[in-house]
Structures are given as C-alpha cells and as structure tokens.
C-alpha cells in the first residue's frame, strides 16, 4: 500500500482551497478583532461584530479542515510541522479561544473592556502566529527520519517575524474591506480610512516578504528569477500591481463591494506565489506531497466524502451568507 | 527523546486535561441540541408559548456551551500533531480519513447552521428554523459518531496492516469503522450525554421549584415542564443506560479482558467463582487489593452471567503490559456509583408522578438539584475508566503510548501545559458563570423583551420584526 501519486495532487489541491478559503473568509473576521481598538465603543464596533456574528464559526470550521485535512491525507508531514512550530500553533490556539468566546461573553457582562480587549488580543495573536507558522515552515525546518528534529524555538527569525506582522495587517486590510461593503455611514466612512491604511501596510508588507522569500534558499530564488521558473512566476507579481492598481481605484471611487474582492484577489496571488516557493514540497527541501502522502485506499475513500458534502457544505454556507445580506445598520441602537 | 519520561506524562496529562475540559461541553450540547429541537418541535406543533420561553431559555445557555466545546475542540485537532506526533505519522492512514469524516460531515453542519438557530427566526420562518435547530442537534451526534468510531477502533483494533514504512493503513474501512466496541461505546457515550443535559436541565428545574416554593410563590409553567420532561428523560435513559453500560463491560471483557482486570481490580484470576471487589486500596507494586470489601461469585455473574466463570487477572498479562489500577479501578467505582444514584433519581421521580407530586415532594427537587452536576462527573469518570484502563497502549495491543510521544523537550510541553491550565480555568471558568447566572433566571414571559444591550445580534432587522423578540446570546 502506497499514496496514488494522481490523488496526491488532488489532495494537495483540496488542503490548498482549505486553507485559502479560511484565510479569506477567517481572514476578516479575524481583521475585525484586529482592527477593534481603532473602533469607537457603541455603535461602531457593535455594528463591525454584528456583520460576522452569524458567519464567524463556520469560517472558522476551515481551519479545522486545514489541519485536519493535513492530518489526514498528509500525516508524516502533520507529524513533523506541529512539533516545529509548536509554540506558535498553541498560541493560535489560545488566541483562537479568547477571541470566540469574546462573541459569546461581551454581550454577557457589564465588563465589555475585558472581553473587546480579549477579541482585540486573541484575533491578532491568532493571526499574527498564522503568519509565523507560514514564515517557519518557509524557512525550513530540520527533520531527521520520519520526525521534527530541531528546538521548541527554531521557528523563531526576523522573517517569521516579518511574516506574521504582514498577516496581521493583510487581514486587518480583509477586515475593513469586509466592513466597506457591509456597513454603511460613518461606520463604512471609517472603514473606508482604515482600508487605505491597511491596503498599504499590506502592500508593504507582502513586499518586503516577496523580497525576501527567494533569498531564504536557492531553490526559491531559481524558481522566481532563472528559467524556467521565470515564465511561471512573473506575471504573479505584474497581476498582483494590476490588482492594487484596481484595488486603489475602488477605494478612491468609493465602491462597495469591489475593495473586498480585489482585496481576496491580492491573497489569491499571494497564495499562488506562495504555491510556486513551495510546490511540490510538504516540508521545504525535506519531505515531498509524494513522500508524505497518506495510503491510497485513505486517499479515495475520504475523497468520496469531499465530493459528496463538499458542495453541500458550500451551498448551505452560501445559503447563510445570502440570509445574512444587506447593509448592517446602526440606526437600530439610536 | 522518546525515554524522556517527564515529557512523556506531560503530554498525557496535557491531552487528558484538554480532553477533559472539551468533553465537558459536547457532552452537554449533544443532549441540549437534542432537547432544543423537541422544544422547538413542541411549540411548532401546539402553538404553545412556553415551549418557546423554554426554547429561548436554553438557546442561550446553549449558545455559550456549544462557543466553548467548539473553541476547546480546535485545540483537540491539533493535540495529535503537538504532542503525539509519532502516533500521528503511524496512524494517520487509519485514523486521519475518520477524523476528514468528521470535519465535513458534522463540524461544517454545525456551524452552518448554528448562525440561523441563533439569529435567523426572524429571517427564515418557523419551519425552516426548526429544520436548522435539527441539523445542528443532529451535527452534533454525527460528530459523536465518528470521534467514537476513532476512539473504538483505538480500543479494539481490526480491519488494519502494517506497511514497510510503519504505517497503519485499512485493509477493510467497514471493519475500521464498525470496529467490535464501536455500538457499544457510541450507545453508552451519547446517553450518557442525553442523561448529563436531562439531570442539568432536571436541576435548573429544581432550583426554580424550591425557590419559588420558599418565596411562596407559584412555580411558572414553564419551570414545571422542564422539571417533568428531565424527570421522565432520567427515568427513561437512566434504566436504558445501566444496561447499555453493561453491554459494553461484557464486549470489553471479550476484546480487552486486562481493562476488565484492571477497572475490577482483580489482581490475581479466579478459576470460578470470581468475587466482585466494591471497594479495596489497589498496590501495583505488591499486585495486590488491600482493605477489599468483596461479594464472593459475584463477578463471575455480572460479566459472565454465570457463578462459576472463571475470570482473568492481571497476573494474566505480561507486567510490562498492565495498566496501573488505581484511576480506572477508582474512577469506575465513581461512575457505577452516580449512575446508581441517578436510577434512583429517575425511580423516585417516575414514583412522584404517578403519584401526582412530583411538583410538590423537596426533598426529590433537592436531590435533583444536587445531581445536577452529577452527569458530568460521571462521563469524565467513564472516560478515565476506558482511557486509562488500556494502557499502556495508545492502539490496544499494537501501539505504546511511549512510543506515540512527539520528539519533544520536557519544558515545551511544560509550558504549553501551563498556558493551557490558566487559559482553560479563566475562560471556561467565566463561561460557566455566565450560564450559571443564566440559569439562577427563571424562564418567564416577561424575560422575552428585547434587550438593547443584544440589538446588535439582529443587524439591520426592522423594527417591526415579525416575531418582535431577540433570540441570542
């Protein structure tokens, strides 16, 4: 018994949209808790909490499919990136508690300083390990045998560093954007500055990471500025200049619906570019999607359940989206 | 690494710790998630407001349990990579499809549509509510059902080989999943699940009763049918659950008879006649049950049905094989012992209704109001029964829990372990305050006005919503 290299692909594919989804969609609630001190008390912020409240868990739920997919079809690499990034993980973890009970608890108390801090505290220490657990698995990590083979601290560099404040402020930049199209008056006025604020920090940000990316190792640097990588990896950065060009002119035009979407459509060039670092590597330079692959009867059999409740499960969150729709007011507090 | 002891017992304790506390919360919101639908049900059918005050009531302390038992159990995901990576990697084949399962088959459904049973009665309409209400109570079983297949098929392991690479990988996914204990552990788990929400809801009830009888007042309607409808949950699932249990000591004697010798606290076999050991001080070091209180043949009856069976003992088992016999034997003793109680309960209850005073008899509302957190106990009891009592396996018989461990120093697990008890403590420590606080309110009428603090739940609505109340958090 042995992975089927076929559904290797399909299932580096699915833990792909997985994690692509979550960021995306978890990415802006998380960029609400983030952007929460910079929000007034009252109205503002019960407006911003109240655009995700229905739709926080089940963003959330892909996370959960992240890691668990990883687990399941990619278990030696499971294995062997959870030790590495240990510390990170469980503070994500932690962060992750603090902010989904700060849903629950803040409208519970008369303490809501306490729980808005937690909400505040636990969304950007969730993602800002996010970005960490990125940076130090793009760094690399050692590995000898079928495990982790370095310290609890390895994770730990100015680049991982770099990587986590750029997810903090990508997200922060979801966040606004989510807000622009879902608020409206002096709450989506001040989304609207807060998107400009976080669309250049993000730009900045995700920069300096393109730039500093390749130097991490030559296989990196070959694949971005030698052929024949060149002629993949190219145009990600001229589209993603296209895409902040149209993502300027929107905010500029005061759109909608538009600086969200142009906002999903930079991550989705971050994530290919990040795909074309990394592919066909599970663990950078150590362990291929090949290598690390579950057996092939695991293979199939889970994808019979992907193909038949992967749709169902993005037609009812569709559904709940749509129920949830419109302009989340303020002049319902007055 | 994988000698270093102390890293080792971390971890275990790390996992029992989070297990622990995340159990807390399902085992509650899989019985209220239940308990909501036929409320819910209930009112659609009768037209009657007090089903939905009841409703209401419970949807709210439901909300804050099922937010906790979903944020401990993202850390759970992840536990099996931190902290037992090297079982990860071997078992991931078998295990990591089951859990995939899980994932999208229930967690997605939960939280799908927990957002419309919180905030979108107004939305939806009635009937499409009451369908979301169901789909998250049944979410809820559906994930019960596939984290037991996994543990089940950690217990009694089949269906399975093992490749060049050290991998476990299925030979026969039906016999992974339909694994001999699997029935048997998924029955006796989700009732002790609906008897833990019964005797939770049953105590809420009590309180009521006791504190309006002492304010001489009249107890509310709907006090009373949450009281009646816990009452007759425990009597009915109390009886049902003392069998179900059974069942499943009979299937582990047959696929792990030394738990059986371990949680009975036989050291030494018996050729016939085994007697039953209610209590003694168990000595791993000498193999031996000091200061035993034990009924002769007794032992032989209840798992063999026959009072000349002969029973295994540890004696039987290589000592390198042995579970230590002081938490499952102890903690066995503690959950026979509450499900003795709560059949009591149930009979008492069942006996005052009959009679026409189960409103008007303290002295049971007293004991129903201490059970309270009796359910509780008693699943954690089980719990440290079953996990502790097939040791030192990881996989029964195939598996060793030190050989499971992640290539980790003492000091990391140390800490993390440390974050998460100060973490765990404050947080669900504040949450369970919170639903006590809730719970110390009696369901009224007059509780069901909007409250300005909670606009927010319903964002843009009209103000002239059709159903002119919040429901939420």
């Not at chain 1, 190792?217 to 990588?229: K, L, T």
């Not at chain 2, 003492?410 to 998460?420: C, G, I, R």
Request: aromatic share 14%; proline share 5%; hydrophobic share 55%.
């Amino acid at each position: 018994m042995a992975p089927d290299p076929g559904l290797t692909l399909v299932w580096a594919g699915i833990i792909g949209l997985a994690i692509f989804v979550y960021v995306i969609t978890d990415g802006f609630d998380l960029g609400i808790g983030i952007l929460f001190p910079v929000m007034a008390p009252g109205p503002e912020r019960e407006t911003a909490i109240a655009t995700i409240k229905p739709v926080w868990d089940a963003n959330q739920t892909w996370l959960v499919l992240g890691g668990g997919g990883v687990f399941a079809a990619f278990p030696l690499a499971y294995a062997i990136l959870m030790p590495a990034v240990y510390a990170p993980l469980i503070m994500m973890l932690l962060g992750l508690i603090f902010r989904g009970v700060a849903f629950k608890f803040r409208s519970r108390t008369t303490r809501i300083w306490l729980w808005d801090f937690a909400f505040f505290g636990g969304s950007t220490l969730a993602a800002f390990c996010q970005g960490v657990i990125l940076g130090a698995v793009l760094q690399g990590v050692k590995v000898s045998g079928r495990s982790y083979a370095g310290g609890w601290w390895d994770w730990l560099s100015p680049f991982s560093l770099l990587t986590g404040a750029s997810v903090v402020a990508a997200y922060a930049l979801l966040g606004a954007c989510w807000l622009i199209w879902r608020t409206e008056g002096a709450v989506q006025d001040h989304a609207y500055r807060m998107a400009w604020r976080g669309g250049a920090a993000s730009i900045v940000a995700v920069g300096a990471v393109s730039l500093a990316t390749p130097f991490l190792n030559h296989d990196y640097f070959s694949r971005w500025f030698e052929a024949p990588g060149i002629y993949f990896s190219a145009p990600v950065p001229l589209l993603v200049a296209v895409t902040a060009f149209f993502f300027v002119r929107a905010l500029k035009r005061r759109a909608e619906m538009a600086p969200f979407f142009l906002a999903q459509a930079l991550f989705l060039l971050t994530f290919i570019g990040l795909g074309i670092s990394i592919f066909p590597w599970a663990i950078p330079g150590q362990v291929t999607i090949w290598q690390a692959a579950t057996m092939a009867n695991a293979q199939s059999f889970m994808l019979v359940g992907v193909g038949l409740l992967l749709p169902v499960i993005l037609g009812y969150t569709g559904y709940a989206y749509w129920l949830f729709r419109g302009k989340v007011g303020v002049e319902f507090y007055g | 690494m994988f000698d270093d002891i102390s890293a080792l017992s971390l971890a275990r304790f790390q996992f029992a710790f989070t297990v622990s506390f995340h159990f807390i919360f399902p085992a509650f919101s899989i019985g209220l998630a239940s308990y909501l639908a036929v409320l819910e049900g209930l009112w659609l059918k009768t037209g009657r407001d007090v089903y939905l005050q009841l409703f209401k009531y419970w949807l709210k302390i439901f909300a804050i349990a099922f937010g906790m038992g979903v944020v401990s159990g993202i850390v759970m995901a992840y536990q099996f990579g931190t902290n037992w990576a090297a079982f990860s990697d071997k078992a991931g084949p078998v295990i990591g499809p089951l859990m995939a399962y899980e994932v999208l088959s229930a967690f997605f459904l939960e939280s799908g549509f927990l957002g419309v049973m919180l905030f979108g009665l107004d939305r939806v309409g009635k009937k499409l509510h009451f369908m979301a209400t169901c789909l998250v109570a049944f979410g809820t079983t559906v994930s019960a059902f596939w984290i037991i297949v996994v543990n089940s098929w950690m217990q009694t392991p089949q269906g399975y080989a093992i490749a060049a690479n050290g991998q476990f990988y299925a030979t026969n996914w039906l016999q992974v999943i339909f694994n001999p204990s699997m029935p048997y552990r998924l029955t006796h788990t989700l009732l002790g699940a609906y008897l833990t929400t019964a005797l939770v809801v049953g105590a809420v009830g009590a309180f009521h009763l006791l504190k309006d009888r002492k304010l001489g007042r009249a107890a509310q309607p709907a006090t009373k049918i949450m009281f009646a409808m816990a009452m007759a949950m425990v009597a009915v699932t109390a009886p049902l659950q003392v069998l179900a249990g059974h069942e499943h000591g009979v299937n582990t004697l047959a696929h792990q008879p030394a738990k059986i010798a371990a949680l009975e606290g036989h050291y030494e076999s018996h050729d016939r006649r085994a007697p039953l050991i209610l209590f003694g001080v168990p000595d791993d070091a000498a193999q031996q049950m000091h200061y035993k209180v034990e009924i002769p043949a007794i032992g032989s009856l209840i798992l063999q049905h026959d009072l000349e069976a002969s029973t295994m003992g540890l004696d039987k088992v290589a000592p390198d094989n042995r579970a230590k016999v002081a938490l499952p034997f102890y903690a066995f003793r503690v959950m026979v012992g509450l499900g003795m109680l709560m059949l009591l309960l149930g009979a008492w209850a069942a006996w005052g209704a009959w009679r026409g005073r189960l409103f008007e008899t303290p002295l049971l509302h007293r004991l129903a109001l201490a059970m309270g957190p009796a359910g509780f106990v008693a699943v954690l009891a089980g719990w440290i029964t079953t996990e502790t009592g097939r040791q030192p396996f990881t996989i029964f018989g195939v598996l060793r829990t030190a050989q499971s461990a992640s290539p980790l120093d003492a000091p990391a697990v140390a800490a993390s372990l440390m974050a998460f008890i100060l973490v765990y403590f404050f947080v669900f420590g504040v949450g369970s305050w919170f639903i006590l606080k809730l719970m110390a309110g009696e369901p009224t009428p007059a509780e069901q006005m909007p409250d300005p603090e909670q606009a927010a739940d319903v964002g843009a609505l009209p103000p002239d919503a059709p159903f002119g109340f919040q429901l939420a958090e």
